[in-house]
């Protein structure tokens, strides 16, 4: 019987666990720390105290502070939560822990295109992460849709291996913060293509052309070695739901300031919350994790 489960492995869920160890709260963390959406951050240029940092390098400094405490990550995926007198979770080995609280991390998960030949070509030319393939376009012509910080990241970050980039963006001005669109700007390899979405992937083996809804320069075809998919994230929110943790109208779940839920012993943290007026940034994250950890804290001790 654990005091508390903290299910999810990013920035919020690894804080909750530096915090829930500095409370001695007896608890494991479940979840593949490498696996999370930080992981595939290239450069992070705002998290206090790092001028650049890779996600890769964060998550490393952030379990190093964890084993300090002497505390188990399970690099497991929960697939069942169950609710009676205590909350019991069962991952995808069979494994079942008992607690009597949950901190929710849970994060978010890419967006498909779901469009013909995104399946097909998975690992053939398609991908979902930069910053893993990049170097598999070295010299060639590769597409990007999307028009946040993480799609014009990823297109600087391929710049520096392929001959060509395109970003796709279906709206007529990037969302991305100006830094990032400045950067673009002054690139040379990148052309950016406004106001236009990517409708079918063609190829045989791999990836050969995609079709654009609209004409670019006289046609709807263009001939890329590669596509990445960069159009945002939707939360991972589907098992506390079956529990009835209340969420809002796009899924994420609903949090009080404290980082508590509908549900009496449930917390949740990160960018699956509805918390931090939903600016969903790894610093907020963090700190949704400390504050739901001393929430939890609170709990236990008036139980």
């Known amino acids: 019987m654990y005091d508390l489960i903290i299910i999810g492995t990013g920035p919020a869920g690894l804080t909750a666990s530096l915090y829930a160890g500095r409370y001695r709260i007896k608890h494991i963390i479940i979840g593949d720390p490498f696996s999370a959406l930080i992981g ?12 650049k940092i890779s996600g890769l390098e964060l998550i490393e400094k952030l379990i190093s502070q964890i084993k300090d405490y002497g505390t188990e990550i399970l ?3 929960v697939i069942k939560i169950y609710k009676n007198n205590f909350f019991k979770v069962e991952t995808n080995s069979g494994k079942i822990f008992t607690s009597k609280s949950l901190i929710v991390a849970t994060g978010t998960e890419r967006k498909k295109l779901n469009i013909p030949g ?21 010299n ?3 597409a990007v849709i999307g028009g946040s910080n993480s799609a014009l990241m990823a297109a600087q970050v391929l710049s520096s291996y392929a001959q060509k980039v395109y970003i796709i963006y279906r709206k007529n001005i990037f969302r991305a913060e100006p830094i990032w669109q400045e950067r673009i ?6 052309i950016s293509i406004f106001e236009r979405n990517v409708v079918k992937i063609k190829g045989k083996e791999k990836i050969e ?13 263009l001939k890329v070695d ?37 549900i009496p012993g449930v917390f949740a943290a990160g960018d699956v919350t509805t918390g931090s007026n939903k600016f969903r940034q790894i610093v907020t994250a963090c700190a949704e994790g400390a504050i739901a950890a001393f929430s939890v804290y609170q709990y236990l001790q008036s139980q």
Do not use: M, W
């Open 226 to 262: 590669g596509l990445i998919v960069e159009i945002g994230q939707e939360p991972a929110s589907s098992l506390v739901n079956e529990i009835g943790v209340e969420l809002d109208r796009d899924g994420y779940i609903k949090i009080l300031p404290n980082g508590s839920t509908n």
């Open 209 to 221: 052309e995609i079709v654009l809804d609209k004409d670019y320069q006289g046609k709807k075809v």
């Open 118 to 138: 995104e399946k097909e070509f998975l690992g053939k030319g398609v991908s979902y992460c930069s910053t893993c393939d990049a170097p598999l376009f070295k």
């Open 140 to 142: 060639k012509t590769v």
């Open 40 to 51: 595939e951050a290239y450069l992070i240029e705002n998290f206090p105290a790092f001028k």
């Open 75 to 77: 690099p497991e995926k």
């Open 185 to 190: 700007k002054k690139n040379k390899k990148i």
